[in-house]
Structure formats: structure tokens, C-alpha cells
């Protein structure tokens, strides 16, 4: 009698084709964006303390520097729409976090302000081949109500890094400024060991081979884009202008004008960041907000009030009332900017890449404008000027909202 072994890399393969012929491409985009998310939350906040514990920078310095891998991040998210098209969705995940820990190494034996700027620059760059695919690979082929609420389950999974990362990257400072950024490496590492891990077990994942269509080479389909799509990007500009003046500009506030310890810091961006999380539990799970201008335009008009009392009140008690409150509203722009740009559209990666472009320059009008003004001016001047920029864009999607029911009318 002949013993035969069934070896799960073997020609057959029938562990393989048993293991994961239930388990969705989810399985695997859920916890890798959670894990990203957390090493590029600690990675850049902790890059804030790095700056000034080792190379003594000054908070003009660090915006800018942020707001290098910001401007980075933007233009690779167009620049490598052509490369990024040609390869399967896992491999553009794997090639980054490749590039990832390798830029972020360079940050730490960099002995120059200089280096580590281009470095940070060369991050940005390598991440946009990450967010831009897996968005647009979860989303393929749902609309309505499944679209949002895998749009929920992945904004969640991804949420957890705002949680996690912040206080992890104040409590890693406080041993040593290089921690966060070490631990963002080994984490970048665990994930590329789950991408393959997951694209050898999991079927779903093994066989796919979802690429964009090139939009004029591709099959024709049908584009029933949102008009809402523009006044949600305009929103989303807004709401991340806050999130950059809170990631780049209030822990350096935070640490030497309020004298408050790093893992402090940390708590109260984590209260922030729970908050978000919570909104996206909320917003994945309602539909009120689909296809309304009206959520939209009270979002910004919220935040602006938030800044405005943060102008007058700086303080502690100020940013415990008002974190929380920032971080739902941030959820909702981001859930409407991500919900209207692919509700409808074929071309779905190419959405998500603006979607990322769009928050990106948020943040570097938050960071570099914020920290200039916080080094030339005063944190109330930041506060009011982010409050009249927010206005703007309250008063910008009520103008467009009006002409196109005009226009219908």
C-alpha cells in the first residue's frame, strides 16, 4: 500500500484549496490596514519628537518636513496610477511596505536634517502605492448600503491606528526618540509577512486578478458618478487641515508651552482618535448622509467653531471638551468624501487616489501653514486662520450645491 502525503505546497495543493475557500479578500485588507495604520501613526508622530530631541529642530522645521511626506504622498498617488495598474493589488501592498521600512531605516542613519527631510519625502512616496489600491480593491463591484458598510468595516480597521499610535508613539519617546520609528519598521515587516501568508492560503486572494480598467483601453461601463463627490472633497480639505495642525502642530504645542509629558500628549490625540473610531462605527452603520449636501456643509461649519473656541480658550480643558468632538467630525468627511468619490464610478482606485491626494493637501496646509504660523504668529492665530479657511469651504460647497439645483431645477 502506497502512503501518499499531501504536502500543502505540493502540485495539488489540497490543504490550500480547503483553507481559505471561504475567507474573503477582507480577511486580509481588515487587520493589514489596521497594522499600517498603526506603524505609520507611531512612525510619523514619533519623527515630531525625533526632530527636536536629536537635531533640535524648531516647529517651522518639522511642519515642513511633514509636510514633505504629505506632498510626497500626493504626487505618487497620480505618478504611480500608471505602474500602480499593472500590478495585482497584493503586490503593490508588498512593494510598499518593502519601501516602507527601508525609508524609514534611512531616516534613523541619516546625521542630517537634510537626509531625513528626503527620506520623509521618499516614505511618502512609498505609501502612496498602499492605501490608493487596497481602498479601491475592497470597494470593487458594491454600491448602496454594501458599499458603505464595507467602507465602515475598513475605515474601523484602519481607525484602530489613531488610537493605538499616538499614545504608543508618546510612551516609546519617552524611553528613546528612535523607538517609534524602529517599531515602525518591525511592524512593516509583520505585514508584508501577512500579505504573503495571505495570498498563499487565502483562495480568494491566491486567484484574484482584479486590475482597473485603463480608462480608454478598458471594457466600457456605464459611469454613474455622484455630482456630490465635489463638495464632499472639498469638505474633506477642511476637515483634514484640523487633522494636520492636531498630528504636526499641538504635540509640539502641547509639549513646551502646556508642559505636558509625551504619553500625555498621546491619551489626549488617542481621545481624539477613539472619537473617530466611534463616528466610524456610527456612520458605517446609518445611510442619512448618502447623496445630502447638508451633512457636508456641518461638518465644516462645526469645525470652525471648534477652532474658533480653540483661538480664544487654549488650554487642557479646551482640547478634552473638544477632541472628541473634532474626531466625529473628521469620520464624517472622511465617510462622504470616500462614499460619494466611488459610489458609481469603474474607475475606483483612481477615486481613492484623489480621495488620498485631497486629504494629504489638507494636511499640508495643517502642518507647514499651522507650524509657520504657531513659530511667526500665535497658536490663536492658527486657530482663527483654520477657522476662516474652514468657513470657506462651507461657503464654497453651498455655492456649488445651489448651482446644481439650479441647474436640475
Same mark, same amino acid.
Given at each position: 500500500?502506497?502512503?501518499?502525503?499531501?504536502?500543502?505546497?505540493?502540485?495539488?495543493?489540497?490543504?490550500?484549496?480547503?483553507?481559505?475557500?471561504?475567507?474573503?479578500?477582507?480577511?486580509?485588507?481588515?487587520?493589514?490596514?489596521?497594522?499600517?495604520?498603526?506603524?505609520?501613526?507611531?512612525?510619523?508622530?514619533?519623527?515630531?519628537?525625533?526632530?527636536?530631541?536629536?537635531?533640535?529642530?524648531?516647529?517651522?522645521?518639522?511642519?515642513?518636513?511633514?509636510?514633505?511626506?504629505?506632498?510626497?504622498?500626493?504626487?505618487?498617488?497620480?505618478?504611480?496610477?500608471?505602474?500602480?495598474?499593472?500590478? #495585482?493589488? $497584493? *503586490?503593490? /501592498?508588498?512593494? !510598499? @511596505?518593502? +519601501?516602507?521600512?527601508?525609508?524609514?531605516?534611512?531616516? &534613523? %542613519?541619516?546625521?542630517?536634517?537634510?537626509?531625513?527631510?528626503?527620506?520623509?519625502?521618499?516614505?511618502?512616496?512609498?505609501?502612496?502605492?498602499?492605501?490608493?489600491?487596497?481602498?479601491?480593491?475592497?470597494?470593487?463591484?458594491?454600491?448602496?448600503?454594501?458599499?458603505?458598510?464595507? #467602507?465602515? $468595516? *475598513?475605515? /474601523?480597521?484602519? !481607525? @484602530?491606528? +489613531?488610537?493605538?499610535?499616538?499614545?504608543?508613539?508618546? &510612551? %516609546?519617546?519617552?524611553?528613546?526618540?528612535?523607538?517609534?520609528?524602529?517599531?515602525?519598521?518591525?511592524?512593516?515587516?509583520?505585514?508584508?509577512?501577512?500579505?504573503?501568508?495571505?495570498?498563499?492560503?487565502?483562495?480568494?486572494?491566491?486567484?484574484?486578478?482584479?486590475?482597473?480598467?485603463?480608462? $480608454?483601453?478598458?471594457?466600457?461601463?456605464?459611469?454613474?458618478?455622484?455630482?456630490?463627490?465635489?463638495?464632499?472633497?472639498?469638505?474633506?480639505?477642511?476637515?483634514?487641515?484640523?487633522?494636520?495642525?492636531?498630528?504636526?502642530?499641538?504635540?509640539?504645542?502641547?509639549?513646551?508651552?502646556?508642559?505636558?509629558?509625551?504619553?500625555?500628549?498621546?491619551?489626549?490625540?488617542?481621545?481624539?482618535?477613539?472619537?473617530?473610531?466611534?463616528?466610524?462605527?456610527?456612520?458605517?452603520?446609518?445611510?442619512?448622509?448618502?447623496?445630502?449636501?447638508?451633512?457636508?456643509?456641518?461638518?465644516?461649519?462645526?469645525?470652525?467653531?471648534?477652532?474658533?473656541?480653540?483661538?480664544?480658550?487654549?488650554?487642557?480643558?479646551?482640547?478634552?471638551?473638544?477632541?472628541?468632538?473634532?474626531?466625529?467630525?473628521?469620520?464624517?468627511?472622511?465617510?462622504?468624501?470616500?462614499?460619494?468619490?466611488?459610489?458609481?464610478?469603474?474607475?475606483?482606485?483612481?477615486?481613492?487616489?484623489?480621495?488620498?491626494?485631497?486629504?494629504?493637501?489638507?494636511?499640508?496646509?495643517?502642518?507647514?501653514?499651522?507650524?509657520?504660523?504657531?513659530?511667526?504668529?500665535?497658536?490663536?492665530?492658527?486657530?482663527?486662520?483654520?477657522?476662516?479657511?474652514?468657513?470657506?469651504?462651507?461657503?464654497?460647497?453651498?455655492?456649488?450645491?445651489?448651482?446644481?439645483?439650479?441647474?436640475?431645477?
Amino acid at each position: 500500500m502506497k502512503l501518499t502525503v499531501l504536502w500543502p505546497f505540493g502540485a495539488n495543493r489540497p490543504i490550500l484549496r480547503s483553507f481559505g475557500a471561504g475567507i474573503g479578500k477582507s480577511a486580509l485588507i481588515y487587520p493589514v490596514s489596521a497594522l499600517h495604520s498603526i506603524a505609520l501613526g507611531t512612525a510619523n508622530l514619533g519623527l515630531v519628537y525625533y526632530l527636536q530631541d536629536y537635531f533640535n529642530a524648531s516647529p517651522g522645521e518639522v511642519g515642513l518636513i511633514a509636510a514633505l511626506f504629505s506632498t510626497a504622498y500626493f504626487v505618487g498617488c497620480f505618478v504611480f496610477r500608471p505602474f500602480s495598474r499593472l500590478l #495585482l493589488p $497584493r *503586490f503593490s /501592498l508588498l512593494l !510598499s @511596505v518593502a +519601501l516602507n521600512a527601508g525609508f524609514v531605516m534611512g531616516i &534613523l %542613519l541619516s546625521r542630517r536634517v537634510a537626509y531625513v527631510a528626503v527620506f520623509n519625502a521618499l516614505f511618502g512616496f512609498g505609501v502612496s502605492l498602499f492605501w490608493p489600491p487596497i481602498m479601491g480593491w475592497l470597494s470593487i463591484g458594491l454600491e448602496g448600503k454594501e458599499l458603505g458598510r464595507a #467602507l465602515g $468595516r *475598513f475605515n /474601523l480597521s484602519w !481607525s @484602530v491606528g +489613531l488610537i493605538v499610535s499616538p499614545y504608543l508613539a508618546g &510612551l %516609546l519617546t519617552e524611553r528613546d526618540a528612535r523607538l517609534p520609528l524602529e517599531f515602525g519598521i518591525g511592524l512593516f515587516a509583520t505585514i508584508s509577512l501577512l500579505v504573503v501568508t495571505g495570498s498563499v492560503l487565502i483562495r480568494k486572494v491566491r486567484n484574484d486578478r482584479h486590475r482597473e480598467p485603463h480608462p $480608454r483601453l478598458g471594457p466600457t461601463v456605464k459611469d454613474a458618478s455622484s455630482i456630490l463627490r465635489f463638495p464632499a472633497c472639498i469638505g474633506l480639505v477642511g476637515a483634514y487641515i484640523v487633522m494636520g495642525i492636531f498630528s504636526v502642530v499641538f504635540p509640539m504645542h502641547a509639549r513646551t508651552r502646556l508642559g505636558l509629558a509625551e504619553s500625555t500628549i498621546g491619551l489626549l490625540l488617542l481621545l481624539r482618535a477613539v472619537a473617530t473610531t466611534l463616528g466610524f462605527m456610527v456612520v458605517g452603520r446609518i445611510e442619512i448622509w448618502h447623496h445630502r449636501s447638508a451633512p457636508m456643509i456641518g461638518v465644516q461649519v462645526l469645525l470652525a467653531g471648534g477652532c474658533l473656541v480653540l483661538g480664544f480658550f487654549d488650554g487642557v480643558a479646551a482640547y478634552l471638551i473638544l477632541f472628541p468632538a473634532v474626531g466625529a467630525l473628521i469620520a464624517l468627511a472622511y465617510s462622504q468624501s470616500v462614499f460619494h468619490g466611488v459610489s458609481g464610478s469603474p474607475q475606483r482606485a483612481k477615486r481613492m487616489a484623489i480621495h488620498e491626494a485631497l486629504l494629504v493637501a489638507g494636511v499640508v496646509f495643517g502642518s507647514s501653514g499651522g507650524g509657520f504660523l504657531y513659530q511667526t504668529a500665535s497658536v490663536g492665530t492658527m486657530y482663527f486662520v483654520a477657522a476662516a479657511l474652514l468657513g470657506a469651504a462651507a461657503l464654497s460647497q453651498t455655492i456649488f450645491v445651489a448651482i446644481v439645483h439650479r441647474r436640475k431645477g
